[in-house]
C-alpha cells in the first residue's frame, strides 16, 4: 500500500536509542544516514513543527473530558492506542492485520481478571493484559509472518476467531455471554468511580504508549521496517532477517493494543465477547484507514472522529451504526485512501 | 456405524456448503486478485432473499433457487462495474477492506428492516421426507443439497477445463499478462466471473435456507471459516478450495459427533489445521508458492 503511506520521519533526526535491543547494532550499521533524502512520497518535518504539534495535541488530550463526556474521552484515548498499533504494522511494516482484536480482547479479559480477582492497582493490571497480548501473539505472530498482503490479514482474522470461540466457550474464566462484570477500578485507594478523575489517570498509560510507538517508528529498526515494507527483497539481501523483524513489530503492536484493551477494559468496567470480535479488528483497520496510513497522527485523529460519531449516533437513537461506518469506510477507501491526516499533509506539502 | 455413517453424511452437506462459498472466493481471487469479504454476506442475501420471496411475493423455493443466484450474480456483477473495478490497480489489500465496509453496509441493512431473530423457513414439500438406502434414512434435502453441490463442482470443473471460456479464465488466472500480451481479451471476463462466484455464493445461501437459522449475521462468521479454508487448500487453487471445504466439513462433523464437550474443538478445529498448514506448506495444501517476501 506503499503508493499512499507517508513517512514523517525526519531521517535526519534518527536516534540511536532502539526499542529492540538485540538488533541495534546492526541497524545503527546501516541505518539511513543524515543527509538520506527522504523516502518517496515522505515529509521532513521540521522539528519546530513536531513540536507545536506535540505540544498542541498534549494541551488537546489534557481539556478533552471538559469538551466531551469523560466516557467517550476515555473510549477516544483507548481507540487511539488500538489504531495506533495497526498502524505501526499496516503503514510502516507492510502488513495489514485483520485479527488484531485478539490482542486488543485477550488484554481486556486479562486485565479484568487480574483487577477482579487479584485486587490489581488498574495500571498494573492493564500491563499484565498487554503481557498477556504479547504472550498470545508470539505463536499468531510466528505463523502470520509466514505469509504478506491478503494472506497475512486472513490468517490473522482467522486466528482471531479462534480466540473469539475459545472465550465464547470457556465460560468458567470469561462468563461466556454474560461477560466480566464490575471491573474494580483500583488505584491506591484514590476514588476514580468519576470518568472525569479516571481519564486523568488513565492518560499517562496512553501517552507511555503512544510514545513507545512513535519512538519505535523513527528508530533504526522503525527504519529497517519501512525498508522491509517498501522492498522485502532488498532488505533481505542486506542482510536483515526478515521474519524476525516483522515478528518484533508484531509484537510490539500487539502490546500497544494490549495496553488500549486493557484500559478499555478498566474504563468501561465491564468486559464483554464483542471486544473479540472480527468486527472490532475491522473497526481498528476502518480508523486507520480513515485517519491516514503510516501517519501515526492520523490514527488518533481517526479513532476521535469515529468514536465521537458513534457517540452521536447512538445518542441520537440510530442503532445500524454498521450503515454509517461501512459507508464512510466504502467511500474513504474509494476516493479518500490518504485519509484526514494524509491529504492535510499532502495538501500542506503542495503549498 | 450407522452413526458414524449419519456424521460422515451430515459432515460432507456442512462441507458442501463450505466448499461452493470456497469454490466462489476462489474463482473470484484467481481472476481478480480480490478477496472478497462480502462472501458471507451475499450467502446471508441468498437465504434472506429466499424467506423474503416467500412470505412477501409467495414464490417457492423453487422459485428462489433460480431466480436468487440469478440476481445476486447481476448485483454482483453490478458491484464490479462500479466499485470494485475502480480499486482493480492498486493493492488487493484496498478491495479487501471495501468489500468489508459493504459487509457491514450489507449487515446492518436487513438488520434495520427485519431484525437479528432467525426466521423459520421450510424445505419444499416434496423434499420434506427421508430417503431409505438402505443403511439409514438419509433426510430427503439434505441429499438434495449435496447432490445440487457436487453437481456445481463437478460443473465448473467441466467448464474450466473443457469449454473455451475456462481456457481464457485459467490461463488469465496462472499468468494474467501473458495472456493479455497473447491477444486475449481477459478484460471481458473479468465482469462475468465476479458475477458467477457471486452467484455461487447465492446459490449456497438459499440452499442453506431451509436447513440453517436464516438471520442477518449468518454469513458473518461463516466466512471466516471459508477463508480458512481457502488458506489451508490454497487461495489460487479451485480443486483445493473444494477438497478442502468438503474435508474440513467432515471432520468437523465426527469430532461433533465424539459430544458436547468436543464442542470448542469443532469450531476451532479448521484454525489448528490452518496453522499446521502454515508450518508445512505455507502456500496451502494444493497452493503454488507465491514470490518469497
Redesign the interface.
Known amino acids: 500500500m506503499s503508493g499512499v503511506e507517508q513517512t514523517t520521519a525526519a531521517a535526519g533526526s534518527v536516534a540511536v536509542e532502539d526499542q529492540a535491543a538485540g538488533v541495534r547494532a546492526q541497524a545503527r550499521a546501516t541505518a539511513p544516514s543524515g543527509d538520506t533524502p527522504a523516502p518517496v512520497g515522505g515529509t521532513i518535518v521540521p522539528r519546530w513543527l513536531r513540536w507545536t504539534l506535540a505540544g498542541a495535541a498534549a494541551l488537546v488530550a489534557l481539556w478533552l473530558p471538559n469538551g466531551l463526556y469523560p466516557t467517550v474521552a476515555v473510549d477516544i484515548a483507548c481507540w487511539a492506542l488500538f489504531a495506533v498499533a495497526v498502524d505501526l504494522l499496516l503503514g510502516y511494516t507492510g502488513l495489514m492485520s485483520f485479527g488484531h482484536a485478539a490482542f486488543w480482547g485477550t488484554a481486556a479479559y486479562a486485565t479484568g481478571l487480574a483487577a477482579i480477582h487479584w485486587g490489581l492497582p488498574f495500571p498494573l493490571a492493564v500491563l499484565l493484559g498487554a503481557l498477556a497480548a504479547v504472550v498470545l501473539a508470539v505463536p499468531v505472530g510466528y505463523l502470520a509472518v509466514k505469509r504478506v498482503g491478503i494472506y497475512f490479514a486472513m490468517v490473522t482474522l482467522a486466528f482471531a476467531q479462534m480466540v473469539y470461540y475459545i472465550a465464547n466457550q470457556w465460560r468458567s474464566v470469561t462468563q461466556g455471554e454474560n461477560g466480566l462484570q464490575r471491573v474494580p477500578r483500583e488505584l491506591f485507594g484514590l476514588d476514580l468511580s468519576d470518568e472525569y478523575y479516571f481519564y486523568y489517570a488513565a492518560l499517562p498509560i496512553v501517552a507511555g504508549g503512544l510514545f513507545l510507538v512513535w519512538r519505535t517508528v523513527h528508530s533504526p529498526f522503525g527504519r529497517v521496517l519501512v525498508a522491509i515494507r517498501d522492498n522485502p527483497a532488498r532488505a533481505r539481501a542486506l542482510g536483515y532477517p526478515v521474519h524476525r523483524y516483522k515478528l518484533a513489530a508484531f509484537l510490539l503492536s500487539a502490546f500497544t493494543a494490549g495496553l488500549g484493551g486493557g484500559l478499555f477494559a478498566i474504563g468501561h468496567r465491564f468486559v464483554s465477547l464483542d471486544v473479540l470480535h472480527w468486527t472490532t479488528s475491522g473497526k481498528a483497520v476502518i480508523i486507520v484507514v480513515l485517519g491516514g496510513i503510516g501517519t501515526l497522527w492520523g490514527p488518533v485523529v481517526g479513532a476521535a472522529g469515529v468514536t465521537r460519531l458513534e457517540d452521536w449516533l447512538s445518542f441520537a437513537g440510530f442503532e445500524q451504526i454498521g450503515l454509517v461506518t461501512g459507508a464512510i469506510f466504502v467511500l474513504t477507501v474509494l476516493i479518500f485512501r490518504r485519509g484526514l491526516w494524509g491529504t492535510l499533509t499532502h495538501w500542506l506539502r503542495r503549498r | 456405524m450407522v452413526n458414524f455413517l449419519q456424521h460422515t453424511f451430515n459432515g460432507l452437506v456442512g462441507g458442501a456448503f463450505l466448499a461452493l462459498l470456497a469454490l466462489g472466493l476462489a474463482v473470484i481471487f484467481g481472476m481478480l486478485r480480490v ?1 472478497n469479504f462480502a462472501h458471507g454476506a451475499i450467502y446471508m442475501l441468498g437465504a434472506f432473499g429466499a424467506y423474503v420471496l416467500l412470505t412477501e411475493a409467495g414464490l417457492s423455493f423453487w422459485w428462489a433457487l433460480i431466480v436468487l443466484p440469478l440476481a445476486l450474480a447481476l448485483f454482483g456483477m453490478a458491484l464490479e462495474r462500479l ?1 470494485v473495478a ?2 482493480a490497480r ?5 478491495n ?3 468489500t ?6 450489507l ?3 436487513v ?2 428492516r427485519y431484525g437479528v431473530q432467525s426466521s423459520p423457513y421450510d424445505a419444499p414439500a416434496i423434499l420434506s421426507g427421508t430417503l431409505d438406502l438402505g443403511a439409514f434414512d438419509f433426510p430427503a434435502y439434505r441429499v438434495f443439497v449435496l447432490v445440487i453441490a457436487i453437481a456445481v463442482c463437478v460443473g465448473v470443473w467441466w467448464l474450466l477445463s473443457r469449454t473455451r471460456v475456462g481456457m481464457v479464465v485459467r490461463a488469465a488466472t496462472e499468468r494474467p499478462e501473458l495472456s493479455t500480451a497473447l491477444g486475449i481479451d481477459v478484460g471481458r471476463w473479468v465482469t462475468p466471473v465476479f458475477g458467477f462466484g457471486i452467484g455461487l455464493a447465492g446459490l449456497a445461501g438459499v440452499l442453506a435456507a431451509p436447513i440453517r437459522a436464516v438471520n442477518p449475521l449468518m454469513g ?2 461463516l466466512i ?2 471459508v ?2 479454508v ?2 489451508i487448500g490454497g ?1 489460487g487453487s479451485i480443486f483445493g478450495s473444494v477438497a478442502a471445504g468438503f474435508a474440513i466439513g467432515l471432520v468437523q462433523a465426527w469430532v461433533q459427533a465424539l459430544g458436547e464437550d468436543w ?2 474443538l469443532s ?2 478445529l ?3 489445521v ?2 499446521g498448514v ?2 508445512w506448506r ?1 502456500a496451502g495444501l494444493f497452493g503454488r508458492e507465491e514470490a ?2
Open positions: 478477496v466499485l475502480r480499486l492498486l493493492d488487493p489489500l484496498y479487501f477492506l471495501l468489508f465496509g459493504l459487509t457491514l453496509i449487515q446492518d441493512a438488520k434495520s458473518a462468521d471466516i471459516v477463508f480458512a481457502v488458506v487461495l464442542a470448542l469450531q476451532v479448521v484454525f489448528l490452518m496453522a502454515l508450518l505455507p518469497p517476501a
